[in-house]
């Protein structure tokens, strides 16, 4: 079977129940049966304003109905959804809007300053389309999408669907200008497990029947994506809620709000909460701590994490709340979706950083020698199988990153992994940010991770700045819990329980947020500059007083 998300979408709307909600974000319910509408009325209008199938649509946008109705639209006209960080200052909207040859962008209203200010630059644009704030929750503005989703009949478009129609994740722009990675419909339906789910051993369907089939014969899911959706972890888990006719719960704040979240997962008995490590799990369960009785999340079976590390102590914590949780650990790239997975469980406690291999994966060193279990030796994790075509407009990078290995094409995004002799995967880090440390490779994710145990920390992140005596140092900025003041010292001590000498921090500082963006990455260049700036009076204060303690 080859799939297009048009095609799902379509046939879905013919058998799931009108009444069901589809949409819900703070009051605001949107039911299959008006979803239905207003995605083929947003569809036909588009085709109508000039778009063609194959054209690329940008969504500049939080998490919000809007933003699932609109990928919806775009997927029934053919179109090719792009992802825009709204976060972006204005030059670097302009490179992503047009590097992606955007057509079309759909923008709230919060963001139209910045549209007016780029519009002129990007002259291929020929259909901006302004949609209402996201916090906007408890009536419907009369803004130009909202003209456009009730303007119709609501009938079908008359659009051939492909399983080579493409979808764009950009990625990136964090160590550089951001890139679109392409991935078809088809591939990217089967990655993501094709209405089945190999965690639970549930196979893919093999036809649009199955699939629909499947839907009728079970509770669609009700997923919480916390993460924006315009990062890849919370975009493909409201897709994901969508082709299985669910229902997908947004929030209206802009900021994540822990209490708001499990208000929300008790109030429309949320299945599957998709979250980025720490940064969501942490406050939800200090919340659910300091208020047991507050919040029901009997109804969670899964909660899904993907893009960082995910602490075991939150886990256990998350535990003692609902003893039935699935805790799955996804170890997945835009371009290397699958490279791996942890689950955890009441009965079943894992380690941190500690994955099961896909079925698709290999390791190989960087001349491509394959490592095996129990070889004592790292390499990078690569994926074969359903992969994306590469970066759009950059065949440099995809020649970087795509690999023909003995006759096979892979995907190595570039983490670095250990293979255990059991056949598991110890995530080692990315290797653009290995510390090389008087000829030792050190991963900063490790030494975060071990800090992060520690009671008083809340985050931790970890740069290599030069150093003459040991090439780079590794340093660690920490963000304290409720900001209270800890012993650099007496830190180190403590880690020793933890870490080898060698992977100990030389300096520690202390800094009141690490400013994670939305989805949970971090910014290690903005760090590294906090971390030199606290460095240079230290090191100065030492030329001036040798021997004497400051703070590092």
């Known amino acids: ?144 999408y909202e003209r456009r989703a009730r303007s119709g009949d609501g009938s079908a478009v ?11 994740l950009y990625t990136g722009g964090t160590t550089g200008m951001p890139k679109g990675v392409m991935w078809q419909h088809d591939d990217l339906f089967k990655v993501m497990g094709a209405g ?54 947004t929030l209206p704040n802009t900021n994540f709000d822990p209490s708001q979240a499990l208000r929300a997962i008790a109030a429309n008995r949320v299945t599957t909460v998709t979250i980025v490590g720490d940064a969501f799990a942490r406050p939800m369960l200090e919340a659910l701590d300091a208020a047991p009785q507050a919040y029901d999340i009997s109804s969670v079976n899964v909660i899904t994490s993907s893009g ?89 990078k995809t020649d970087k990153t795509f690999k023909i290995i003995q006759g096979e094409r892979y995907s190595i995004p570039g983490d670095w992994v250990q293979v255990e002799a059991d056949g598991t995967l110890t995530l080692l880090g990315r290797g653009s940010n290995c510390i090389n440390t008087a000829g030792e490779k050190v991963f900063p994710e490790e030494v975060e991770e071990a800090l992060k145990l520690h009671d008083g920390i809340d985050d931790a992140l970890v740069v290599g700045l030069s150093d003459p005596k040991w090439g780079q140092a590794i340093t660690a900025v920490i963000q304290t819990r409720h900001n209270q003041a800890l012993d650099p010292d007496e830190l180190k001590t403590w880690a020793r329980q933890q870490l080898a000498a060698y992977k100990l921090p030389k300096h520690i500082f202390q800094k009141e947020s690490l400013n994670r963006a939305p989805n949970g990455k971090a910014d290690y260049a903005s760090i590294r500059a906090f971390a030199e700036a606290q460095l240079k009076p230290a090191e100065s204060l030492e030329a001036l007083n040798p021997g004497v303690k400051h703070g590092t």
């Open 1 to 144: 079977m080859q799939w297009s998300f048009g095609d799902i979408l379509t046939a879905v709307a013919q058998i799931t129940d009108p009444n069901k909600p589809a949409l819900i974000h703070g009051e605001r319910l949107i039911t299959h049966g008006d979803f239905n509408v207003r995605t083929n009325n947003l569809a036909r209008s588009l085709l109508e304003g000039g778009a063609e199938p194959g054209d690329k649509i940008a969504f500049y946008m939080r998490n919000c109905p809007e933003y699932s109705e609109g990928i919806a639209a775009a997927f029934k006209a053919s179109l090719t959804h792009v992802n825009v960080n709204y976060r972006y200052i204005d030059h670097e909207l302009v490179y992503l809007l047009d590097n992606a040859d955007a057509k079309i962008v759909i923008y709230q209203q919060e963001f139209a300053d910045s549209v007016e200010r780029i519009k002129a630059q990007l002259p291929l644009v020929t259909q901006w389309i302004e949609a209402q704030d996201s916090t906007v929750h408890t009536e419907v503005l009369d803004t130009d």
């Open 158 to 168: 008359e659009v051939e669907h492909s399983p080579e129609d493409l979808l764009f």
């Open 196 to 249: 089945g789910n190999p965690r639970l051993s549930i196979p893919p369907s093999a036809s649009l029947d199955e699939l629909l089939s499947r839907i009728q014969s079970q509770p669609g899911p009700v997923n919480l994506p916390l993460p924006p959706m315009m990062h890849g972890t919370g975009l493909l888990s409201a897709i994901g809620a969508m082709a299985m006719g669910g229902t997908c719960v």
């Open 308 to 396: 960082v590390m995910w602490t075991r102590e939150i886990k256990a914590g998350l535990l003692e709340h609902n003893e039935n949780l699935l805790l799955v650990d996804g170890f997945s790239s835009s371009e290397a979706i699958g490279l791996g997975s942890s689950v955890m469980t009441k009965a079943e406690d894992i380690a941190v950083a500690k994955f099961t291999i896909g079925p698709n994966c290999r390791v190989f060193t960087e001349d491509h020698r394959e490592v095996h279990p129990g070889d004592n030796e790292t390499g990078m994790v690569a994926v074969r199988g359903n992969l994306p075509l590469g970066y759009y407009k950059d065949a440099e």
